[in-house]
């Protein structure tokens, strides 16, 4: 067999209810030169019964340490020059495959090509989308797209050896691990190539490790954001640093709301501390998000919105 092109990687855990209608989105786009790959972590679920309905899957189960280690594991195994993550519950858009293998072909010199990317939400039987991004502005591989905008690590295809020099995923994070990896990228001046096509359609639902609004991982991605842009802060240029510092502001006021919302007085105090430990203006961005807030506040009868959000996620528990 010649050495396959693409190779598909899907981590996994309990993703039973989903990971269907994924390798349905993968089955039509399938030829001789794509493999795809299942890191399982020992689901309990009937996850690995609904997959052996799938042949064209290489299937390794085994513990790990979530899934950006599952990913890691993927791309150590993958036996194609590109790599491209697909998680299980959500799909690759049809005519994702042929796209890339254009770009491929049209840029030698790439080391990634990224595409469109949608996050949808089901409500009475519809899909309707949450955010998207198109504009090949958004895409781009600059710190400002990977810290104030969307990632998107899913809607980029990597060159497998440019992924390895660049040291994978780190384990250190566990929801926040691609915007660090992107980071690292854009600092290493990695060659991106942008395609017009929408190339992934990310499910938006309560269970979701990525799509985290309102859930009960908020918090914990927000911690993580946190200490990932207080690293690259260290040893950022004066150019990333002026963007880090304006991630590191809204990370900082949004906790900052948070705390006070729920009247968490030393976590408030803590904020301060964070905030103006990198802008002496904080207080200034902070009062103008208090602000901000007020009418909604008070329409929503004194209500946050991430209350509400919460309030919602338990209803459907």
Avoid at 12 to 31: C, D, K, R, W, Y
Avoid at 43 to 54: C, E, R, W
Wanted: hydrophobic share 40%; proline share 3%.
């Amino acid at each position: 067999m010649q050495q396959p092109l693409i190779t598909i990687i899907t981590p996994s855990f309990n993703a039973g209810g989903t990971i269907g209608e994924t390798m349905e989105s993968v089955l039509p786009q399938l030829s001789d030169d794509i493999d795809h790959l299942l890191i399982d972590a020992c689901s309990t679920d009937g996850t690995l019964d609904i997959v052996k309905k799938y042949p064209h899957l290489t299937v390794l189960s085994e513990r790990d340490r979530g899934i950006y280690d599952g990913m890691n594991k993927g791309a150590a195994l993958a036996k194609a020059e590109w790599i491209l993550f697909l998680q299980a519950d959500d799909w690759l858009p049809a005519g994702t495959i042929e796209t890339y293998r254009k770009a491929i072909l049209e840029d030698p010199m790439a080391s990634l090509i990224c595409g469109s990317a949608e996050a949808v939400k089901e409500s009475q039987g519809r899909w309707s989308a949450v955010w998207s991004v198109t504009e090949t502005s958004r895409k781009l591989l600059t710190a400002e797209n990977i810290a104030l905008g969307e990632p998107m690590i899913n809607a980029r295809l990597f060159k497998k050896r440019a992924f390895e020099e660049s040291g994978g995923f780190s384990l250190e994070y566990t929801l926040a691990s691609d915007r660090d990896f992107l980071l690292k990228a854009c600092a290493a001046g990695m060659n991106q190539h942008e395609v017009d096509a929408m190339t992934y359609r990310y499910r938006w639902h309560s269970g979701s490790s990525t799509m985290t609004e309102g859930n009960a991982l908020t918090a914990r991605l927000s911690q993580e954001n946190l200490a990932i842009v207080k690293a690259h802060l260290s040893k950022a240029t004066d150019h990333t640093r002026r963007t880090l510092r304006k991630w590191h502001d809204r990370l900082t006021v949004q906790a900052a709301m948070n705390a006070l919302e729920e009247y968490r007085w030393a976590d408030l105090l803590k904020c301060f501390k964070d905030g103006t430990s990198e802008n002496r203006g904080w207080m200034t961005c902070f009062t103008t998000e208090v602000l901000r807030s007020l009418p909604g506040f008070v329409s929503r009868g004194g209500r946050t919105k991430s209350r509400i959000l919460n309030l919602k996620e338990r209803s459907l528990r």
